[in-house]
């Protein structure tokens, strides 16, 4: 079974920034569209960016555009996320995703392996 990894979260401060990363056990999924989810308390989780297997072709929640960066490294099975300017409003838990089969990039239903979560708390 194939496992996915998240690690980098934490308590920041506003305008502060955190790298998220995310390591498959596989490396399957390096064809594949990789993506971040999150999480707040409270609300649905929500897509955040994904990223496609090559690399060259990303996607982002309007609210993210220009502060959140997506990438991964499939030599090492992780995908990251590179997250600048912090804010109260990105506290969430944050997932990393994989989707295998056809489906929109930004819907939760299109991933089929999930990983089990890291808690990014921002605080103003």
């Known amino acids: 079974q194939a496992q996915l990894v998240e690690s980098g979260g934490g308590l920041v401060q506003t305008g502060d920034s955190l790298r998220l990363s995310c390591e498959a056990s596989?490396?399957?999924?390096?064809?594949?569209?990789m993506a971040w989810f999150r999480q707040a308390p409270g609300k649905e989780r929500e897509f955040v960016a994904a990223v496609s297997g090559s690399g060259g072709i990303t996607f982002y929640k309007d609210a993210v555009k220009g502060r959140f960066t997506v990438s991964r490294d499939n030599a090492n099975n992780t995908m990251f996320l590179q997250m600048n300017g912090l804010k109260p409003e990105d506290t969430a838990v944050y997932y990393c995703?994989?989707?295998?089969?056809?489906?929109?990039?930004?819907?939760?239903?299109?991933?089929?392996?999930w990983g089990q979560g890291t808690r990014v708390t921002v605080s103003s």
């Open positions: 596989t490396r399957l999924f390096s064809t594949t569209f």
């Open positions: 995703a994989v989707k295998v089969y056809n489906g929109n990039e930004d819907s939760e239903a299109s991933y089929d392996y």
